[in-house]
């Protein structure tokens, strides 16, 4: 067989799906009809490996799984299926696995539709040129509308969709379907064997053992055990020492040739070394120019994280520098908080990747964690002309040293069914949105455009949006760049102390008013303490909202229980453990979750 | 080793009050008489011998004079024949106001009680029914005075507060009105809203609000200064008395004394640990029947834990724990055990240090767990 006819008969492709809408449950079948796993091996849903994903029902990291499929024209194909992460903060991590492909399996669930994710990583798949083969899932369920579902597509998308499979991933129906239509409609990647290297680093991790990993898809040429790469990006040049393909456990090889998908290893230390978008080429053949689309992606949501025991600083950075490890995106450096102590600034590409990180360090590293509420990074011209970044709240200067302040804004589409406009309308006004553009997809569903600070986002807007649209609402943005907006800094201060860790960022005409729900917010979430503690949120030295905690006035069991003493030792085990969940910033014991409560105002 | 006090319980009630999470179930003649049978196997598995000489016997429920007066006579005369009643420097029942007719009162006299617990809580019936009481406050007055007339003047009356939709200006009425049978002791206890009760449904539901911390406070606030206006001095967090009459029985628990908890859902103290009996009527029959020792759960009690209870029970004392018998006792000095806690606490002006004593400020009183709970070791 020559190389040039086993390529022919590579197809590399990924499946796009909303959550819920039978991604897993389809890659599952995939792999089971191709023998990729014995029923001993198969795990239920065998992609999402990390137990954090399985929990969430998303996918984080990528995989990519070295299929062989007996086709009906008679000849054995070899299908590399790339897992594509599912939400909308690793928006690059999915245009990098979709380069690495040629086609897409489009899954459309067959009673609700297209939602906003799924068309953002549609969009994706065309702008990398790749075929796209919708499939419309779940048609076994009731309420299932597959002529509705077609034609939503095709008004949607733009694509054809009249030869759309019908299917049940989880009645294994539509599966044969699928499989022929990967050989006859994805085409066989392009690229020569003799030209100069280039191969695309679509995802890459941290093993222990063994340093970076690079997931890898070959474009051009060749790479062969021992071949001196270059990364062209970095100009880092590395010796491979381990490659191959996981079917779909790894499986060394002595050459990954173009089209092929797999992984090498080169004694990379540092993952920075092996960025996703990146392209590897030989260091003694290079190629003139790397693969298009590399970008290096920067965090765009902060947030300070503390350990609840000071004692646990050093465990804490032990953990980010693991998380790093296999984490290029995460940022952080040491910040000392006054209220707070020593702890961490930390910078990632959304909510989601905070919230993932965070629940890690809580649940593999066993750190219990005070995190400040999260922000964006301002852009601040001084009065005096200098330019500052300002990515944590308590470092904006003065007010009256405010020249100008930039802040990210993005576009946010939000799709929804009719009846919902006028809440996602109003939610998004509130939130600073300047509205762009509203589309009707069908009778039902309408496609909203707006423009948002990413500030505004932060906050709550996804929870808003889902509690007004009792979750029918999909959501998805894209950074647009900075504009000018009034800010202002606003502080709290408790007995009379500015809290450092509770200062925000707020827009002048908003200030007043989420001062005041703030101050509330606070008085609700700490305890009495024994003596009576102000509340107040200022901008400046202008105090504009203000309330007070109560001193606690009574606390002792007077009942005897009839000697019962284990039961008042357990109440006041229960006392004491819950005082060591707080921090005590000045004089006043503070739980964890106030330092979040902005989040939570409840503005609806 | 000697155990100080016997606890007994009776678990049976007339009617059961919106408030209580004590053992307890409605009364039936037949199941007190199991009951009974049992209770006396267990006191006997404790006491097979010679009658126990112990300083004081409580017997509390439950409503101990809720069962039938042959009933009463099989548990006055079980108790008569284990414990040397005369021995004993207070012998106490709790009662129900309305249960005490005169057979009860003879009965009680007879077998040496001297001393009479009453659940009075409010006068004021309306508020008496809304918590689920059966009592009504002439009740008080006629069994007030039929103990009297049979001699049994060591009367205290329980009092509550804090109780849904009471105002200070209604429990000040309260006091008054309890101070003028100007008994020799009284107990005081602020609502407790505990699950499994009907109060902690409607709690939970948001039908049942309770007077604010502030108006609670106050109440507290009230009754120290008119029961000590009038000399009945607070000995303890909830309990006031004439010179003499404090309770010596609730004074062993608080003095970490040895006690045997005898009954259903009874708690003991025993050297080297605290007894927890089988709560459910049926089950604890059964074990009681098969081998006379229900005991649910014993949670052992190290020397760590014997400190922490000599100071988080002790300090509810007025006069608090005496430095000299904390040497004596544990062979260590206190300000070294809790070296953290004392000075904190002093700092704080929520404890004090006179004559020998650590005790609760009055500051301390009213906020006693947030010393309690620095009284807890770490591991």
Redesign the interface.
């Given at each position: 067989m020559t190389s040039q006819s086993k390529q022919q008969r590579v197809r590399n492709f990924s499946i796009i799906a909303h959550i819920d809408h039978g991604k897993s449950t389809l890659a599952d079948r995939i792999l089971e009809k191709t023998k990729a796993l014995t029923q001993r091996e198969m795990k239920e849903q065998f992609l999402d490996a990390m137990d954090l994903e399985r929990e969430r029902g998303i996918t984080i990291k990528l995989n990519a799984v070295q299929l062989s499929y007996d086709a009906n024209d008679g000849e054995e194909y070899t299908f590399h299926l790339i897992d594509t992460p599912g939400h909308v903060d690793f928006t690059y991590e999915v245009s990098r696995s979709l380069a690495a492909c040629e086609g897409a399996i489009l899954v459309v669930d067959a009673a609700q539709g297209i939602e906003a994710q799924t068309l953002a990583n549609v969009y994706l798949a065309l702008e990398n040129d790749l075929e796209i083969i919708p499939v419309i899932n779940k048609i076994d369920l009731p309420g299932a509308d597959p002529e509705r579902i077609k034609q939503e597509i095709e008004d949607v998308i733009g694509i054809d969709a009249s030869d759309a499979i019908l299917a049940s991933a989880k009645q294994g129906i539509g599966i044969d379907e699928i499989l022929e239509r990967i050989v006859t409609d994805i085409p066989a990647p392009a690229g020569e064997a003799k030209d100069p290297t280039k191969a695309l680093i679509f995802d890459s991790l941290y093993d222990s053992y063994r340093g970076v990993v690079a997931y890898t898809c070959v474009r051009e040429g060749s790479i062969k055990l021992g071949d001196k790469i270059r990364m062209m990006a970095t100009g880092k040049e590395f010796e491979v020492n381990e490659l191959g393909v996981f079917r779909p456990t790894p499986t060394p090889l002595k050459e990954l040739n173009v089209g092929d998908v797999g992984y090498l290893t080169a004694s990379i230390k540092n993952i920075g070394d092996s960025r996703v978008g990146d392209t590897i080429t030989l260091a003694n053949n290079p190629a003139a120019e790397p693969l298009p689309g590399y970008k290096r992606m920067n965090p765009m949501v902060f947030c300070g994280m503390y350990p609840v025991d000071a004692n646990k600083y050093n465990d804490l950075r032990d953990a980010l520098e693991r998380l790093e490890l296999n984490d290029s995106s995460l940022q952080f450096e040491a910040e000392t908080s006054q209220a707070l102590g020593f702890g961490f600034r930390c910078g990632f590409l959304g909510m989601l990747h905070m919230e993932i990180i965070q629940e890690r360090i809580e649940r593999e590293y066993k750190i219990d964690l005070i995190t400040t509420a999260p922000s964006v990074i301002y852009k601040v011209t001084q009065t005096d002309g200098t330019e500052v970044d300002v990515d944590n709240p308590s470092m904006m200067p003065d007010n009256q040293k405010l020249e100008e302040v930039q802040e990210p804004f993005v576009k946010a589409t939000v799709m929804v069914p009719n009846d919902y406009v006028g809440p996602v309308m109003e939610i998004c006004q509130r939130k600073r949105g300047n509205f762009l553009d509203m589309q009707y997809l069908d009778d039902n569903r309408v496609n909203i455009v707006y423009e948002i600070p990413l500030s505004e986002i932060v906050y709550d807007f996804f929870d808003s949006l889902k509690s007004q649209t009792k979750g029918y609402a999909s959501f998805d943005y894209e950074l647009i760049g900075y504009r000018s907006s009034n800010l202002v800094k606003m502080d709290i201060l408790l007995n009379g102390d500015t809290i450092d860790a509770l200062s925000f960022i707020v827009h002048r005409d908003f200030a007043y008013e989420r001062g005041k729900l703030i101050a509330e917010k606070l008085k609700e979430l700490i305890p009495?303490q024994?003596f009576e503690v102000p509340i107040q949120a200022a901008i400046g030295n202008k105090i504009v909202a203000r309330t007070t905690i109560?001193a606690?006035?009574?606390?002792?069991?007077?009942?005897?229980?009839?000697?019962?003493?284990?039961r008042?030792?357990k109440?006041?085990?229960k006392?004491?453990e819950g005082?060591k969940r707080m921090k005590m910033v000045g004089s006043v014991e503070v739980p964890q979750e106030a330092f979040m409560s902005v989040l939570d105002l409840n503005e609806d | 080793m000697t155990i100080s006090s016997a606890y007994i319980h009776i678990p049976f009630c007339q009617q059961i009050c919106h408030y209580c999470d004590f053992t307890k179930f409605f009364y039936n003649e037949r199941l007190a008489d199991e009951y009974l049978e049992a209770l006396e196997n267990e006191i006997h598995t404790y006491i097979p011998l010679e009658k126990a000489k112990v300083k004081t016997i409580f017997v509390g429920g439950g409503t101990p004079t809720a069962v039938n007066h042959s009933q009463l006579k099989r548990l006055l005369k079980m108790i008569d024949e284990h414990f040397d009643v005369a021995s004993c420097e207070e012998y106490t029942f709790e009662a129900n106001p309305g249960d005490l007719d005169e057979e009860k009162v003879r009965l009680l006299k007879e077998y040496g009680v001297d001393r009479i617990s009453l659940g009075v809580q409010v006068f004021d019936d309306q508020m008496l029914e809304e918590i689920g009481r059966v009592h009504r406050v002439k009740d008080v007055y006629t069994n007030v005075d039929r103990l009297v007339q049979a001699g049994l003047t060591n009367v205290s009356i329980d009092l509550m507060y804090a109780l849904p939709g009471q105002t200070v200006e209604h429990f000040e009425k309260t006091i008054d009105e309890a101070m003028q049978f100007d008994l020799p002791h009284y107990s005081s206890y602020s609502l407790q809203i505990e699950p499994k009760t009907i109060f902690y449904q409607r709690y939970k539901k948001g039908t049942l609000i309770k007077p604010p911390e502030e108006d609670e406070a106050e109440m507290y606030e009230l009754l120290q200064r008119k029961l000590s206006r009038a000399g009945v001095d607070q000995y303890e967090i909830s309990n006031f008395a004439k010179p003499g009459f404090e309770s010596k029985h609730n004074l062993t628990y608080w003095n970490n004394e040895y006690y045997f908890g005898i009954g259903a859902g009874a708690h003991g103290y025993l050297p080297g640990k605290r007894t927890i009996n089988i709560r459910p009527l049926p089950a604890y029959t059964k074990q009681a029947m098969a081998d006379g020792k229900p005991i649910l759960h014993e949670e052992p009690v190290g020397l760590k834990e014997q400190m922490e209870e000599e100071m988080f029970l002790g300090l509810r004392k007025t006069e608090g724990v005496s430095l000299s018998s904390f040497k004596h006792k544990y062979d260590r000095e206190m300000v070294d055990v809790f070296g953290q806690a004392i000075p904190k606490l002093k700092e704080r002006k929520l404890v004090q240090e006179e004559k020998g004593f650590l005790s609760l400020t009055p500051r301390g009183r009213i906020l006693g767990n947030e010393v309690f709970q620095e009284f807890l070791l770490d591991e």
């Amino acid at each position: 067989m020559t190389s040039q006819s086993k390529q022919q008969r590579v197809r590399n492709f990924s499946i796009i799906a909303h959550i819920d809408h039978g991604k897993s449950t389809l890659a599952d079948r995939i792999l089971e009809k191709t023998k990729a796993l014995t029923q001993r091996e198969m795990k239920e849903q065998f992609l999402d490996a990390m137990d954090l994903e399985r929990e969430r029902g998303i996918t984080i990291k990528l995989n990519a799984v070295q299929l062989s499929y007996d086709a009906n024209d008679g000849e054995e194909y070899t299908f590399h299926l790339i897992d594509t992460p599912g939400h909308v903060d690793f928006t690059y991590e999915v245009s990098r696995s979709l380069a690495a492909c040629e086609g897409a399996i489009l899954v459309v669930d067959a009673a609700q539709g297209i939602e906003a994710q799924t068309l953002a990583n549609v969009y994706l798949a065309l702008e990398n040129d790749l075929e796209i083969i919708p499939v419309i899932n779940k048609i076994d369920l009731p309420g299932a509308d597959p002529e509705r579902i077609k034609q939503e597509i095709e008004d949607v998308i733009g694509i054809d969709a009249s030869d759309a499979i019908l299917a049940s991933a989880k009645q294994g129906i539509g599966i044969d379907e699928i499989l022929e239509r990967i050989v006859t409609d994805i085409p066989a990647p392009a690229g020569e064997a003799k030209d100069p290297t280039k191969a695309l680093i679509f995802d890459s991790l941290y093993d222990s053992y063994r340093g970076v990993v690079a997931y890898t898809c070959v474009r051009e040429g060749s790479i062969k055990l021992g071949d001196k790469i270059r990364m062209m990006a970095t100009g880092k040049e590395f010796e491979v020492n381990e490659l191959g393909v996981f079917r779909p456990t790894p499986t060394p090889l002595k050459e990954l040739n173009v089209g092929d998908v797999g992984y090498l290893t080169a004694s990379i230390k540092n993952i920075g070394d092996s960025r996703v978008g990146d392209t590897i080429t030989l260091a003694n053949n290079p190629a003139a120019e790397p693969l298009p689309g590399y970008k290096r992606m920067n965090p765009m949501v902060f947030c300070g994280m503390y350990p609840v025991d000071a004692n646990k600083y050093n465990d804490l950075r032990d953990a980010l520098e693991r998380l790093e490890l296999n984490d290029s995106s995460l940022q952080f450096e040491a910040e000392t908080s006054q209220a707070l102590g020593f702890g961490f600034r930390c910078g990632f590409l959304g909510m989601l990747h905070m919230e993932i990180i965070q629940e890690r360090i809580e649940r593999e590293y066993k750190i219990d964690l005070i995190t400040t509420a999260p922000s964006v990074i301002y852009k601040v011209t001084q009065t005096d002309g200098t330019e500052v970044d300002v990515d944590n709240p308590s470092m904006m200067p003065d007010n009256q040293k405010l020249e100008e302040v930039q802040e990210p804004f993005v576009k946010a589409t939000v799709m929804v069914p009719n009846d919902y406009v006028g809440p996602v309308m109003e939610i998004c006004q509130r939130k600073r949105g300047n509205f762009l553009d509203m589309q009707y997809l069908d009778d039902n569903r309408v496609n909203i455009v707006y423009e948002i600070p990413l500030s505004e986002i932060v906050y709550d807007f996804f929870d808003s949006l889902k509690s007004q649209t009792k979750g029918y609402a999909s959501f998805d943005y894209e950074l647009i760049g900075y504009r000018s907006s009034n800010l202002v800094k606003m502080d709290i201060l408790l007995n009379g102390d500015t809290i450092d860790a509770l200062s925000f960022i707020v827009h002048r005409d908003f200030a007043y008013e989420r001062g005041k729900l703030i101050a509330e917010k606070l008085k609700e979430l700490i305890p009495r303490q024994q003596f009576e503690v102000p509340i107040q949120a200022a901008i400046g030295n202008k105090i504009v909202a203000r309330t007070t905690i109560k001193a606690m006035r009574k606390n002792v069991l007077s009942k005897c229980y009839g000697g019962d003493i284990s039961r008042k030792r357990k109440l006041l085990e229960k006392q004491k453990e819950g005082k060591k969940r707080m921090k005590m910033v000045g004089s006043v014991e503070v739980p964890q979750e106030a330092f979040m409560s902005v989040l939570d105002l409840n503005e609806d | 080793m000697t155990i100080s006090s016997a606890y007994i319980h009776i678990p049976f009630c007339q009617q059961i009050c919106h408030y209580c999470d004590f053992t307890k179930f409605f009364y039936n003649e037949r199941l007190a008489d199991e009951y009974l049978e049992a209770l006396e196997n267990e006191i006997h598995t404790y006491i097979p011998l010679e009658k126990a000489k112990v300083k004081t016997i409580f017997v509390g429920g439950g409503t101990p004079t809720a069962v039938n007066h042959s009933q009463l006579k099989r548990l006055l005369k079980m108790i008569d024949e284990h414990f040397d009643v005369a021995s004993c420097e207070e012998y106490t029942f709790e009662a129900n106001p309305g249960d005490l007719d005169e057979e009860k009162v003879r009965l009680l006299k007879e077998y040496g009680v001297d001393r009479i617990s009453l659940g009075v809580q409010v006068f004021d019936d309306q508020m008496l029914e809304e918590i689920g009481r059966v009592h009504r406050v002439k009740d008080v007055y006629t069994n007030v005075d039929r103990l009297v007339q049979a001699g049994l003047t060591n009367v205290s009356i329980d009092l509550m507060y804090a109780l849904p939709g009471q105002t200070v200006e209604h429990f000040e009425k309260t006091i008054d009105e309890a101070m003028q049978f100007d008994l020799p002791h009284y107990s005081s206890y602020s609502l407790q809203i505990e699950p499994k009760t009907i109060f902690y449904q409607r709690y939970k539901k948001g039908t049942l609000i309770k007077p604010p911390e502030e108006d609670e406070a106050e109440m507290y606030e009230l009754l120290q200064r008119k029961l000590s206006r009038a000399g009945v001095d607070q000995y303890e967090i909830s309990n006031f008395a004439k010179p003499g009459f404090e309770s010596k029985h609730n004074l062993t628990y608080w003095n970490n004394e040895y006690y045997f908890g005898i009954g259903a859902g009874a708690h003991g103290y025993l050297p080297g640990k605290r007894t927890i009996n089988i709560r459910p009527l049926p089950a604890y029959t059964k074990q009681a029947m098969a081998d006379g020792k229900p005991i649910l759960h014993e949670e052992p009690v190290g020397l760590k834990e014997q400190m922490e209870e000599e100071m988080f029970l002790g300090l509810r004392k007025t006069e608090g724990v005496s430095l000299s018998s904390f040497k004596h006792k544990y062979d260590r000095e206190m300000v070294d055990v809790f070296g953290q806690a004392i000075p904190k606490l002093k700092e704080r002006k929520l404890v004090q240090e006179e004559k020998g004593f650590l005790s609760l400020t009055p500051r301390g009183r009213i906020l006693g767990n947030e010393v309690f709970q620095e009284f807890l070791l770490d591991e």
